[in-house]
């Protein structure tokens, strides 16, 4: 290795003992200027305190410089300072980078104002360093004869005075220079919007919140104390891209916010919180307007609620009432409830009565909890709540092994009572319970845990509008006692609102699946809706449901259906373009490209509401019955009804391996008493599947012979596409 790699070997590791060395035995060596970086300027590009603190003032006075060959690496560096000013010095081996340039460009201005006035200075040095500072980090100085005044440092004697001077200057009405005038108010603000307050560090902010000063800047990132809190503000605070650091997880830095926060990334810095009350880390109760925030943390978090008391958690609000947009969490944290506490957690609110919009879970979270249900935006999305064009990517993963806590995992929402438009489910998500359950089925008591899992909220009772799934969906059991339970759905688990014009892509697979020797599962899988008793209008599936148990027992059921495993509601214009693969133990399966199960099972459902019209399927069923032990009822459009299914048409494949499947064209089973409800129904004829009713179900329930009431088979898809109902 040469003296001139070792030389700059021992500025980037600030070895001053092997810098001293080669400038005692060669003091040419002072004058090496690297490519366009003399030596004291490329120990200010890498901040070599201990060689800068002995040879700065031999290496500023080197002249002329011997210029070697630049380091690629110097380069690289000091383009990501120098940024749009780097044309300053281009191109290499024409120019120099002076020393003092560099620690402008470096940004190390409590330094530059102190060194100043000593280091050499040429004669476009202050036209310079003010570009730099415009084009580099976005602020304005002031540079005198003497000394220079940069934002955000501590000012010298000599800085104080020269202010201080043109302060009784302007208050006594004197002839001040315009460009000193302005160059303070630009340094301190006016706390007008046009000009407000400029924050240079913490303590600043704090007074400036707890003032509740009406407009403020952030000039640099800041820590704040763990202790501070404000109640109220009701101003704004423009963050400037800034960073604020935040160490304490409690009722938010302001308790209610009525005024505007935007442009801030707040990060967590502790890695363990106890949350023992409802908690948010920027504002607890918003009734103005968040935009453009970024938060982040990565942690463990142990809740430690009160018994049968419900405890939320979010990364950025806890409830809203105002606006919230365009702000996004970058969350790695793992979550460990008490589940007779009933803990939540959510990143953006954990109670939504506003509007939260274009904001997002980052690709790259992890949320995992143990006990503690979860959703990407928000837990309760309330009557007069709207979440508009939000996303959730990473994983999100809940799993118990507790005896009456049922996990819930939701992309978007936990519950939705209000409006959930044009959101996006990218996450992975699993909710799983290995509880060991039991059921009495003659007491009628029951101690169950349900895993429930959904692309966008487990229960709405509001309307949900464009909605888009595209993550992986699995809701699991693996309990190996009685009465297991598991359900799935790409949009939502339970319906009781409106879906309209949902999607679960074909990236977003549903699964419900127990462990093997279960006994008497449940388990439902929709590709829009695991179980729906509203209305579900304009959906689309195409992607692969799986259901899968091994399980016996007379209680056993198994529901999956493109659209919905369930419904006793209303479907209209459902599509479903992916498979369904069922394997069963000793159960019933319904099974069907629309609608698995559409039996009235609430006496409180209006007489035709039961409906599905104007739909169609594709793909295909797959059915499996190791030791042909299970009764399958499969369909093209539903493998169960007792209601409405009109104009829809079926162009779906089937296969099995049990004696005991009943397949139809278009419905697996249909009462005999509701098939005057069945009409102007097709289905392609396959050489397995020959009649568009699988069985007619007589009084009691009991299977009969297969029917085509209401039901016309065509022999392909021209045949389809032929038909006044066809549309896609």
Same mark, same amino acid.
């Given at each position: 290795m040469t003296d001139i790699q070792e030389i700059f070997n021992a500025v980037k590791n600030d070895d001053e003992e092997l810098f001293s060395l080669r400038m005692q035995e060669k003091k040419s060596n002072l004058s090496l200027c690297y490519g366009r970086f003399p030596l004291l300027s490329l120990c200010y590009l890498y901040n070599a305190v201990k060689i800068i603190r002995r040879y700065e003032k031999d290496l500023d006075g080197v002249s002329p410089y011997t210029i070697v060959a630049e380091p690629y690496e110097a380069y690289v560096k000091f383009r990501a300072y120098a940024k749009r000013a780097l044309r300053l010095y281009a191109p290499a081996g024409k120019k120099t980078v002076p020393p003092v340039e560099m620690l402008a460009i470096t940004g190390a201005s409590e330094y530059l104002s102190e060194v100043y006035p000593h280091l050499n200075k040429g004669a476009n040095t202050e036209g310079n360093i003010r570009h730099i500072y415009k084009t580099a980090h976005g602020e304005n100085i002031l540079i005198n004869g003497e000394g220079v005044l940069i934002a955000g440092v501590r000012m010298s004697k000599l800085n104080k005075i020269f202010i201080l001077i043109a302060v009784i200057v302007a208050a006594i009405m004197a002839a001040v220079p315009f460009g000193v005038w302005n160059g303070l108010k630009n340094y301190f603000g006016e706390g007008t919007a046009e000009n407000p307050t400029r924050i240079y560090n913490a303590a600043q902010l704090e007074a400036a919140l707890e003032a509740d000063k009406p407009n403020i800047i952030l000039m640099s990132d800041l820590t704040l104390s763990a202790s501070f809190a404000v109640s109220e503000y009701s101003g704004k605070v423009n963050g400037n891209g800034k960073t604020l650091r935040v160490s304490a997880y409690k009722k938010g830095l302001i308790e209610t916010l009525t005024g505007t926060v935007e442009r801030l990334n707040v990060v967590f810095t502790a890695t363990d919180a106890v949350i023992s009350e409802d908690a948010a880390l920027v504002v607890f109760t918003n009734k103005g307007a968040l935009r453009g925030l970024r938060v982040s943390f990565s942690g463990s978090f142990l809740s430690v609620g009160t018994d049968g008391v419900s405890l939320k958690a979010s990364a950025l609000v806890s409830v809203n009432n105002g606006e919230i947009s365009t702000c996004s969490a970058f969350v790695e944290i793992t979550i460990n409830g008490v589940p007779t506490a009933d803990t939540l957690f959510s990143a953006m609110a954990s109670s939504n009565n506003g509007t939260i919009s *274009?904001? &997002?879970?980052?690709? *790259?979270?992890v949320i995992d909890s143990v006990d503690a249900d979860l959703a990407g935006i928000a837990a309760y999305n309330n009557a007069n709540g709207v979440i508009r064009n939000c996303t959730a990517a990473g994983k999100i993963s809940q799993t118990s092994a507790s005896v009456g806590w049922s996990p819930f995992v939701a992309g978007i929402a936990y519950q939705n009572n209000g409006e959930i438009s044009t959101s996006e489910n990218r996450a992975e998500i699993t909710a799983e319970s290995s509880a060991a359950m039991s059921y009495d089925s003659e007491a009628e008591t029951s101690d169950l845990a349900i895993a429930r899992a959904a692309g966008i909220a487990i229960s709405n009772a509001g309307e949900i509008i464009g909605a888009i799934n595209t993550g992986v969906i699995t809701a699991r059991s693996s309990a190996t006692a009685s009465a297991v339970f598991a359900y799935a759905g790409g949009v939502v688990v339970t319906n009781t609102g409106s879906l309209s014009a949902c999607v679960n892509n074909a990236t977003g697979a549903i699964s419900a699946l127990?462990? &093997?020797?279960?006994? &008497?599962?449940?388990?439902?899988? *929709?590709?829009?809706?695991?179980?729906?008793? *509203?209305?579900?209008?304009?959906?689309?599936?195409?992607?692969e449901i799986t259901v899968y148990t091994q399980g016996d027992g007379m209680w056993g059921a198994v529901y999956a259906g493109g659209i919905a495993a369930s419904s006793d509601g209303a479907v209209d214009k459902g599509k479903n373009e992916g498979n369904l693969n069922v394997t069963v133990g000793v159960a019933q399966a319904f099974i069907g490209g629309i609608v698995g199960l559409a039996v009235r099972t609430n006496n409180s459902v209006a007489t035709g509401s039961l409906q599905i019209t104007r739909s169609c399927s594709y793909g295909s069923i797959n059915l499996s019955s190791p030791g042909d032990g299970a009764l399958l009822l499969a369909g093209g459009i539903v493998g169960l009804i007792s209601g409405e299914i009109s104009d829809s048409y079926s162009a779906m494949e089937f296969s099995t391996d049990s004696t005991k499947s009943y397949i139809g064209g278009v419905i697996g089973g249909a009462y005999t008493f509701y098939l005057y409800n069945v009409s102007n129904n097709y289905y392609i004829e396959r050489s397995n599947v020959p009649h568009g009713i699988g069985s007619v179900l007589i009084m009691g329930g009991n299977l009969g012979d297969p029917g085509d009431n209401g039901v016309t088979k065509v022999a392909d898809i021209d045949g389809l596409k032929a038909l006044d109902i066809y549309w896609g």
């Amino acid at each position: 290795m040469t003296d001139i790699q070792e030389i700059f070997n021992a500025v980037k590791n600030d070895d001053e003992e092997l810098f001293s060395l080669r400038m005692q035995e060669k003091k040419s060596n002072l004058s090496l200027c690297y490519g366009r970086f003399p030596l004291l300027s490329l120990c200010y590009l890498y901040n070599a305190v201990k060689i800068i603190r002995r040879y700065e003032k031999d290496l500023d006075g080197v002249s002329p410089y011997t210029i070697v060959a630049e380091p690629y690496e110097a380069y690289v560096k000091f383009r990501a300072y120098a940024k749009r000013a780097l044309r300053l010095y281009a191109p290499a081996g024409k120019k120099t980078v002076p020393p003092v340039e560099m620690l402008a460009i470096t940004g190390a201005s409590e330094y530059l104002s102190e060194v100043y006035p000593h280091l050499n200075k040429g004669a476009n040095t202050e036209g310079n360093i003010r570009h730099i500072y415009k084009t580099a980090h976005g602020e304005n100085i002031l540079i005198n004869g003497e000394g220079v005044l940069i934002a955000g440092v501590r000012m010298s004697k000599l800085n104080k005075i020269f202010i201080l001077i043109a302060v009784i200057v302007a208050a006594i009405m004197a002839a001040v220079p315009f460009g000193v005038w302005n160059g303070l108010k630009n340094y301190f603000g006016e706390g007008t919007a046009e000009n407000p307050t400029r924050i240079y560090n913490a303590a600043q902010l704090e007074a400036a919140l707890e003032a509740d000063k009406p407009n403020i800047i952030l000039m640099s990132d800041l820590t704040l104390s763990a202790s501070f809190a404000v109640s109220e503000y009701s101003g704004k605070v423009n963050g400037n891209g800034k960073t604020l650091r935040v160490s304490a997880y409690k009722k938010g830095l302001i308790e209610t916010l009525t005024g505007t926060v935007e442009r801030l990334n707040v990060v967590f810095t502790a890695t363990d919180a106890v949350i023992s009350e409802d908690a948010a880390l920027v504002v607890f109760t918003n009734k103005g307007a968040l935009r453009g925030l970024r938060v982040s943390f990565s942690g463990s978090f142990l809740s430690v609620g009160t018994d049968g008391v419900s405890l939320k958690a979010s990364a950025l609000v806890s409830v809203n009432n105002g606006e919230i947009s365009t702000c996004s969490a970058f969350v790695e944290i793992t979550i460990n409830g008490v589940p007779t506490a009933d803990t939540l957690f959510s990143a953006m609110a954990s109670s939504n009565n506003g509007t939260i919009s *274009g904001c &997002s879970l980052e690709d *790259g979270s992890v949320i995992d909890s143990v006990d503690a249900d979860l959703a990407g935006i928000a837990a309760y999305n309330n009557a007069n709540g709207v979440i508009r064009n939000c996303t959730a990517a990473g994983k999100i993963s809940q799993t118990s092994a507790s005896v009456g806590w049922s996990p819930f995992v939701a992309g978007i929402a936990y519950q939705n009572n209000g409006e959930i438009s044009t959101s996006e489910n990218r996450a992975e998500i699993t909710a799983e319970s290995s509880a060991a359950m039991s059921y009495d089925s003659e007491a009628e008591t029951s101690d169950l845990a349900i895993a429930r899992a959904a692309g966008i909220a487990i229960s709405n009772a509001g309307e949900i509008i464009g909605a888009i799934n595209t993550g992986v969906i699995t809701a699991r059991s693996s309990a190996t006692a009685s009465a297991v339970f598991a359900y799935a759905g790409g949009v939502v688990v339970t319906n009781t609102g409106s879906l309209s014009a949902c999607v679960n892509n074909a990236t977003g697979a549903i699964s419900a699946l127990t462990a &093997s020797l279960t006994n &008497s599962p449940e388990l439902l899988a *929709g590709g829009i809706a695991a179980a729906s008793s *509203g209305k579900i209008n304009g959906a689309l599936n195409s992607a692969e449901i799986t259901v899968y148990t091994q399980g016996d027992g007379m209680w056993g059921a198994v529901y999956a259906g493109g659209i919905a495993a369930s419904s006793d509601g209303a479907v209209d214009k459902g599509k479903n373009e992916g498979n369904l693969n069922v394997t069963v133990g000793v159960a019933q399966a319904f099974i069907g490209g629309i609608v698995g199960l559409a039996v009235r099972t609430n006496n409180s459902v209006a007489t035709g509401s039961l409906q599905i019209t104007r739909s169609c399927s594709y793909g295909s069923i797959n059915l499996s019955s190791p030791g042909d032990g299970a009764l399958l009822l499969a369909g093209g459009i539903v493998g169960l009804i007792s209601g409405e299914i009109s104009d829809s048409y079926s162009a779906m494949e089937f296969s099995t391996d049990s004696t005991k499947s009943y397949i139809g064209g278009v419905i697996g089973g249909a009462y005999t008493f509701y098939l005057y409800n069945v009409s102007n129904n097709y289905y392609i004829e396959r050489s397995n599947v020959p009649h568009g009713i699988g069985s007619v179900l007589i009084m009691g329930g009991n299977l009969g012979d297969p029917g085509d009431n209401g039901v016309t088979k065509v022999a392909d898809i021209d045949g389809l596409k032929a038909l006044d109902i066809y549309w896609g």
